[in-house]
């Protein structure tokens, strides 16, 4: 069984920092893909930023120049340094791993973390 694990979720001042970190557990082969989505009251889950296991990163036109998603592949874990925080940067933020491969298996499947709360105040 894949889990996710994120961690670093918080209370933070507009214009103040925040690290969430994601670790994927489970006799994991390879991760295509990691990334991070968030989710705000009433809207739609949105995707923030994604980075492939050779270090191709996407990210959402909102956070561009104020998010860095970064992967450590030796331990199955991704990161997301949030600065200039802003209001509506305020959700619940899902890890993400897509196209997972495990332990005598050749199948691929996709995997959630349980949301992490990220609430900023302006």
């Known amino acids: 069984q894949v889990q996710l694990v994120e961690s670093g979720g918080g209370l933070a001042q507009a214009g103040g920092s925040l690290r969430l970190s994601c670790a994927a557990s489970g006799s994991i082969i390879m991760i295509s893909r990691m990334g991070w989505y968030r989710q705000a009251p009433g809207k739609q889950r949105e995707l923030v930023a994604t980075?492939?296991?050779?270090?191709?990163?996407v990210y959402a036109d909102s956070v561009k120049g104020r998010f860095t998603i970064s992967r450590d592949n030796t331990k199955n874990t991704v990161y997301l340094q949030m600065s200039s925080l802003k209001f509506e940067d305020t959700a619940v933020y899902y890890c993400n791993a897509a196209g997972v491969v495990k332990s005598g298996s050749w199948l691929r499947a996709d995997y959630w973390g349980q949301g992490t709360q990220v609430t900023v105040s302006s």
């Open positions: 980075v492939t296991s050779d270090a191709i990163t």
